[in-house]
């Protein structure tokens, strides 16, 4: 069962912004963490951001300082705030939900950021 759908993507030219949202389903949205993954074209799906439970942020450090990653429980949303994009951050992007140390394998739609002069 897929609880998690990604919408927000969109073309985009390089330093714009874009937000990127999640929401999840089927879970109590508050104890559990949420990262975001993105697969570009031909290559492997990897880490963008992280935020945990309580809050703690983690970002692959070619984002950081660029993308922020943010959680509203109530309205049981996670966020991707992506400023000054770059063309390589043309992908389809993902969201994973886990708890603890284990995160879920069962993977969205996504949604396809396209970043183009």
């Known amino acids: 069962q897929v609880q998690v759908v990604e919408s927000g993507g969109g073309s985009v030219q390089p330093g714009e912004s874009l937000r990127l949202s999640c929401t999840a389903s089927g879970i109590v949205f508050s104890n559990y963490n949420f990262a975001w993954f993105r697969q570009a074209p031909g290559k492997e799906r990897q880490l963008v951001a992280t935020i945990i439970s309580g809050g703690r942020k983690n970002y692959a450090d070619s984002v950081k300082g660029r993308f922020t990653i943010s959680r509203d429980n109530a309205k049981k949303t996670v966020n991707l705030q992506m400023t000054n994009i770059k063309p390589d951050n043309t992908a389809v992007y993902y969201c994973?939900?886990?708890?603890?140390?284990?995160?879920?394998?069962?993977w969205g739609q996504g949604t396809q950021v396209t970043v183009s002069a």
């Open positions: 994973r939900m886990g708890y603890g140390s284990a995160w879920s394998n069962n």
